[in-house]
């Protein structure tokens, strides 16, 4: 099976801009959840997306949101960009059928706001 | 509440030598517990997972964790490291009905020739 891939690879945004990410799971798998990673902060929650709908939610300002499809590819979006918003974003998959399962991640999407 | 604290932020250790990353965790209920490895620019990947089978968890690349619920550890250990073994590990707690991941802040381990 083909594993967890996050496009873009690389992003350089200003601030005040807005960015999308996307996420494609694992075949099979129905849950998508995003992560930010950052020197300072390290992994952080964002959310988790389960059949298209939001099924968990971190502490994260409105500025960031998600979206499911139906093929579960998930979607996320941050608004406005503040330079603290320079980070590691990665996703993971899971089956979601089952709690506390294993996640599986994608290599992530590096993203810089100047 | 739920909470995970790696005891040690950098790890040294030479090559051939065990290796012991250490975490601790906090948690309400029942939790299952992860270690996952990032090598530079990648992501996240799993090590090893701990439900409640069976107290010793062997994972890839020959670690293995013990959890021990008196002392609320489970800590990382590999016999004899190997150069490719330097990476950030990351222990991981999830609880509840929920599948949402708890992070700790992260061991880079260093691996001298």
């Known amino acids: 099976k083909a594993g967890v891939t996050q496009t873009p690879r690389y992003l350089i945004k200003t601030r005040g801009q807005q960015v999308t990410l996307s996420c494609s799971p694992i075949s099979g798998h129905r849950s998508v959840s995003w992560y930010q990673q950052t020197p300072g902060q390290g992994l952080q929650f964002l959310f988790e997306y389960f059949s298209e709908t939001q099924r968990n939610k971190g502490n994260f300002p409105g500025r960031f949101s998600g979206r499911q499809f139906s093929n579960s590819r998930s979607e996320m979006n941050v608004s406005t960009l503040e330079l603290g918003d320079s980070a590691l974003y990665l996703c993971?998959?899971?089956?979601?059928?089952?709690?506390?399962?294993?996640?599986?991640f994608g290599p992530g999407t590096r993203l810089l706001v100047l | 509440a739920q909470s995970v604290t790696q005891l040690d932020s950098h790890v040294s250790v030479s090559e051939g030598t065990p290796v012991l990353l250490r975490c601790n965790y906090s948690?309400?209920?029942?939790?299952?517990l992860f270690w996952y490895v990032q090598h530079p620019n990648k992501g996240l990947q799993l090590l090893l997972k701990?439900?409640?089978?069976?107290?010793l968890v062997k994972g890839i690349n020959g670690f293995e964790a013990e959890f021990k619920k008196s002392e609320t550890s489970f800590h990382l250990t590999k016999p004899s490291a190997h150069m490719s073994d330097a990476a950030e590990y990351f222990c991981v707690v999830s609880e509840g009905n929920f599948n949402k991941f708890y992070f700790g802040s992260g061991t880079k381990l260093n691996v001298k020739p």
């Open positions: 701990y439900t409640s089978a069976a107290t």
């Open positions: 993971a998959s899971s089956s979601g059928e089952v709690y506390q399962e294993t996640q599986y």
């Open positions: 948690s309400s209920y029942s939790p299952s």
